[in-house]
């Protein structure tokens, strides 16, 4: 089945630095990738959707310059955080929708911000 | 805009138990709606994913119903085992795009 990747699973980074997530549909097209921040004991929440080649739409509340979202490819898209401060700290996870309109998650990642 | 609310937040039963989780959404005009797993620092898992037109879907122990008018989803689970002990999500596609989901149940299924 279709599988998407997400790296790294796990990141620890130093109050502000950045840091890049990558989020790969790994046998299948993407033309659109979600991007989903969860806090704890919180349920998932939307942060922006990316198309490739355009850019990417933001939710309200999400501060694009801060969570840069880059999908310049069908296979790939990144998200960075800028300038990290602890309470960007969070469970960060990526899903793709494949051509059938099904919905495939990464694995997500924990980020720590020290 | 979607709202999806799950009852309830937390739940508790002994081994060997059927139990039934309920979804709800205020928009009804929905393109699918899936049921996902979430065990504690891990991802999501995907159990089932009912399509709009669909009523039900199965898989093992695991039963999904869709009741599109009503705006309602529940996951039967069915002789519940300790393994089971996850937060299970209800999330709501609507035109094929970005998920709505629900706040979550927490369950804990004791031996």
């Known amino acids: 089945g279709a599988v998407v990747s997400q790296h790294p699973s796990r990141v620890i980074c130093k109050s502000g630095t950045s840091v890049k997530i990558e989020c790969r549909s790994l046998?299948?097209?993407?033309?659109?990738m979600f991007w989903y921040r969860q806090f704890p004991k919180q349920s998932l929440m939307l942060m922006a959707t990316?198309?490739?080649?355009?850019?990417?739409?933001?939710e309200q509340g999400v501060e694009k310059d801060k969570f840069l979202i880059n999908h310049a490819s069908l296979t790939l898209s990144t998200l960075t955080v800028t300038s990290a401060h602890p309470e960007d700290s969070s469970f960060y996870i990526c899903?793709?929708?494949?051509?059938?309109?099904?919905?495939?998650f990464g694995e997500g990642s924990w980020l720590t911000v020290v | 805009k979607q709202e999806v609310t799950q009852i309830p937040a937390a739940l508790s039963v002994p081994e060997g138990e059927n139990l039934v989780l309920n979804c709800s959404f205020t928009?009804?005009?929905?393109?699918?709606l899936q049921w996902f797993r979430q065990d504690p620092g891990k991802g999501l898992t995907s159990l089932l994913l009912?399509?709009?037109?669909?009523r039900e879907q199965t898989s093992g122990r695991l039963n999904a119903s869709l009741d599109k008018s009503s705006g309602r989803s529940t996951l039967y689970i069915a002789a519940s085992q300790p393994g089971d002990s996850a937060t299970y999500l209800c999330?709501?596609?609507?035109?094929?795009?970005?998920?709505?989901f629900g706040g979550g149940t927490r369950l804990m299924v004791k031996p």
């Open positions: 999330a709501v596609n609507n035109a094929g795009n970005m998920l709505t």
């Open positions: 990316s198309n490739e080649g355009s850019k990417a739409t933001y």
């Open positions: 009912i399509q709009s037109s669909q």
């Open positions: 046998d299948f097209q993407a033309t659109t």
């Open positions: 928009d009804s005009a929905i393109y699918n």
């Open positions: 899903s793709a929708r494949g051509q059938s309109g099904t919905i495939y």
